[in-house]
């Protein structure tokens, strides 16, 4: 048993609010320790601190691995890493733009706000777009309107 291998069964563990993504590709998946007796041990960093599916994502690791043989000792709170949208994977992005969800903006030091103003629209990938509401259907989205196809669509805010 590898890393790699905890890795791959971790991948099929789908984020409770964006079921098409992975918790790996979501990138909150921070550290993985096999003992010496060879069980598991695994830390996840929440997307925020009072994430409400948090308590539902360490129950569906450790039934993943429990259901792949693979006993497990803690799935824990990474307290000592912070969670960014910059973790998110290149596959994760792309699967959030196919799903209708336009992935956050990679930044640097820190995010400054006004990219949440002229995001690019999933549907027709037009800038003329609009921010309605800074608040979505979680608190990590918000809402905008493409003046370009007329559609409103999620963006997923860069955190």
Known sequence: MTREDILTILNEVKDPEIPVLSITDMGIVSE?????DLSVSVQVTPTFLGCPAFDLIVKQIKEALNQNGINVKEVVM????????N??????RKILQEFGLTPPTRYEKTFEGSELEKVACPQCGSRNTILRSTFGSTLCRSIHYCYSCHQAFEHFKPL
Do not use: Q, V
């Open 78 to 85: 990474d307290k000592n890493r912070t969670w960014n949208s």
């Open 32 to 36: 993985i320790k096999i003992e010496s």
């Open 87 to 92: 973790l998110i994977s290149d596959k994760g």
